[in-house]
């Protein structure tokens, strides 16, 4: 099974900040790597596909980069409804594993 | 609008079984590849099982492979998840999911709410 490890685990951040989650994979994954947003009790989002690519309807302040094994999420400047829990997940081999998850939270 | 809804969670003894259900509107269900996903309290997301459109193809996680069987209704537009042998470690809240149909990866694009799961005894 392929593993993903993100980084930092939690972060502290204010409104207007620029925050990076980084995501990395134990093998090669090439771009076969989406972004997820989860907030307590809601469904969880998607935000980014195919490392780099933004769903419909997500802000442009966010964006994905990244190919092989390592692949970061950027927030540009972060919005008080961007405190959540973001998760990387590969699709390159089944099972689908996902990133133990980044909990962003207020400074 | 694109909506999942998940039912069937609730308490469950340990080596008990369950049927959890997922009805699907505002798309083309039979089109789409569904899966279900779950989260254990105070853990992360955990893939579970997918199911393709037609069920031509199905693959488990290791940790419910014999134990869990995922299925479909296209005619319902209905997504199942049937749990046996269910143990503490089920404990989850279990979350449909429609995978995108994108051919450059396999990414979840609609999320049901998620119904609860608890086994104990």
């Known amino acids: 099974d392929i593993q993903m490890t993100q980084s930092p685990s939690s972060l502290s951040a204010s409104v207007g900040d620029r925050v990076t989650i980084t995501c990395r994979a134990s093998q090669n994954i090439a771009i076969y790597l989406n972004w997820y947003q989860h907030k307590p009790g809601k469904a969880p989002q998607l935000l980014m596909y195919a490392a780099s690519s933004m769903q419909s309807g997500v802000p442009s302040r966010f964006s994905g980069s990244g190919s092989g094994t390592d692949f970061t999420l950027t927030i540009s400047s972060l919005q008080p409804e961007d405190f959540a829990t973001y998760y990387c997940?590969?699709?390159?081999?089944?099972?689908?594993?996902f990133g133990q998850g980044t909990k962003v939270e207020i400074k | 609008e694109v909506q999942l809804l998940e039912s069937g969670g609730g308490l469950v003894k340990p080596g008990g079984s369950l049927r959890l259900s997922c009805v699907a509107s505002g798309f083309t269900f039979s089109s789409y590849s569904m899966n279900w996903v779950r989260q254990a309290p105070g853990k992360g997301l955990e893939w579970v099982s997918s199911i393709s459109s037609s069920s031509n193809y199905i693959y488990y996680a290791d940790p419910v492979k014999g134990r869990f069987t995922i299925s479909r209704d296209n005619a319902k537009n209905s997504l199942y998840l049937h749990m046996n042998s269910l143990t503490a470690e089920d404990t989850a809240v279990y979350y449909c999911a429609r995978a995108s149909g994108r051919t450059v990866t396999t990414d979840f694009d609609y999320w049901g709410q998620g119904t609860l799961v608890t086994v104990s005894s």
């Open positions: 997940q590969q699709s390159y081999s089944i099972p689908w594993t």
